[in-house]
């Protein structure tokens, strides 16, 4: 299972805009990039997904670098309700979806 | 639509006690997920399945664990017997089984405190 690094933790004012990268430097090239998040006593939560191209929904936007070997969560506006941990993890064919010990985000008011 | 349904949200056992966990997911999602998630870490897959097949269970310690999904809907995650490094989140996800499905759903989790 390729393998994704992530900060352990970030913080950010609320109403700014946050970047929590990720790195997968041996993702290949049928795994997908997805991010969940999971808020306080609450299961992880999806947030957004992609495999190449740069991806927005809702919630967040995925920037995806070239080489496929680093991407970033963007969330445009933090809300002190954006503090969580987030996970960036990798899918391939199997579903097997392996999270690692994420990014707590910090919100500050 | 309903979310995936987990009971009991709490429960407190002695070691060496027996608990079972039992989870419902969302109508139609084939692939269904056990988790263990352990205070401050990600959750750690323990068993996948596809239907009523397994497709993963390589992290799942057999000798005190053991799950089955009988009928390919609702599924149940036994600890027998259970070792106080088993208090946890048990957390249940479940996907849509197609091509390109690939939200996962999560219960909110049975917190089990082994004392």
């Known amino acids: 299972d390729a393998k994704t690094t992530q900060p352990n933790s970030m913080e950010s004012n609320e109403e700014e805009p946050v970047h929590l990268p990720c790195n997968h430097s041996?993702?290949?090239?049928?795994?997908?990039i997805h991010w969940y998040r999971q808020l306080p006593s609450q299961g992880p939560e999806y947030v957004i997904h992609?495999?190449?191209s740069n991806v927005n929904n809702r919630m967040a936007s995925l920037a995806i670098a070239e080489d496929r070997k680093s991407s970033t969560l963007i969330l445009h506006r933090a809300t002190l309700r954006d503090a969580a941990v987030y996970y960036c993890?990798?899918?391939?064919?199997?579903?097997?979806?392996?999270f690692g010990t994420g990014t707590r985000l910090k919100v500050l008011a | 639509e309903a979310g995936v349904a987990q009971s009991p949200r709490y429960k407190i056992i002695e070691k060496r006690q027996s608990v079972a966990f039992w989870c419902n997911p969302i109508?139609?999602?084939?692939?269904l997920y056990w988790y263990q998630q352990i205070l401050g870490q990600g959750p750690k897959l323990l068993i996948q399945?596809?239907?009523?097949?397994?497709?993963?269970d390589s992290q799942l310690p057999k000798d005190r664990f053991s799950a089955e999904r009988l009928k390919g809907v609702d599924s149940t995650l036994k600890i027998q017997p259970a070792k106080l490094e088993d208090s946890a989140v048990y957390l249940c996800?479940?996907?849509?089984?197609?091509?390109?499905?690939?939200?996962?759903?999560f219960g909110a989790g049975s917190r089990l405190t082994v004392l």
């Open positions: 996800a479940s996907r849509l089984a197609s091509p390109g499905a690939n939200v996962l759903t």
């Open positions: 041996t993702i290949s090239g049928t795994d997908y």
């Open positions: 992609g495999l190449t």
């Open positions: 993890i990798l899918t391939s064919g199997t579903y097997k979806y392996i």
């Open positions: 109508s139609g999602h084939a692939t």
């Open positions: 399945f596809q239907n009523n097949g397994v497709v993963d």
